[in-house]
T-cell receptor
């Protein structure tokens, strides 16, 4: 099983809403990642969790708040987003942080209105 | 200078031909090199990785790495219409674990 599952697949939210993106993997991977990808651009790293601890935060605005409840789950809490935050949000996992063979989920297409 | 550079394309090749995708990188400390395929609206899918200079073959795909020239390429033999996608080159040092992606090359395989 090499699957990383993200929910929801699509999300439309207003600028005053609070929502959460969820990511789950059952490969026993201990590193999980959030990426943001705008149209026709490469993925940009947002956060890295290693052994359930935040190890990299790429200076992401505080309106994005990651959470890693356990080794299989990674959430991204969204609050007071802006229209420019509309993008494809990708979760990925790898065996460990030094193992960079990352497997991506299918992504959540987020539209902020 | 961008950290990872790719020609955005589109690169158009006829079905059955060899597609050659190129990538250059600026960080000489880069140790690991990856090729991801991304269909429109979908997430990236890892298709090849290479760590050592030389060639690495996997089915119809061959990755080539030349660290001295800071160059990595992907060859796709017997190209199929289903290979039409954007191919992302990604590089990283071992520590910290951060993939840096190129902007991708769009490949079109024509009938």
């Amino acid at each position: 099983d090499t699957e990383v599952t993200q929910t929801p697949k699509h999300l439309v939210m207003g600028m005053t809403n609070k929502k959460s993106l969820k990511c789950e993997q059952h490969m026993g991977h201990r590193a999980m990642y959030w990426y943001k990808q705008k149209a026709k651009k490469p993925p940009e790293l947002m956060f890295v969790y290693s052994y359930e601890k935040l190890s990299i935060n790429e200076s992401v605005p505080s309106r994005f708040s990651p959470e890693c409840p356990n080794s299989s789950l990674l959430n991204l809490h969204l609050h007071a987003l802006q229209p420019e935050d509309s993008a494809l949000y990708l979760c990925a996992s790898s065996q460990r942080q030094a193992s960079v063979e990352a497997f991506f989920g299918q992504g959540t297409r987020l539209t902020v209105v | 200078q961008k950290e990872v550079e790719q020609n955005s394309g589109p690169l158009s090749v006829p079905e059955g031909a060899i597609a050659s995708l190129n990538c250059t990188y600026s960080d000489r400390g880069s140790q690991s090199f990856f090729w991801y395929r991304q269909y429109s609206g979908k997430s990236p899918e890892l298709i090849m990785f290479i760590y050592s200079n030389g060639d690495k073959e996997d089915g119809r795909f061959t990755a080539q790495l030349n660290k001295a020239s800071q160059y990595v390429s992907l060859l796709i033999r017997d190209s199929q219409p289903s290979d039409s996608a954007t191919y992302l080159c990604a590089v990283t040092r071992y520590t910290p674990s951060k993939l840096t992606f190129g902007t991708g090359t769009r490949l079109q395989v024509t009938l």
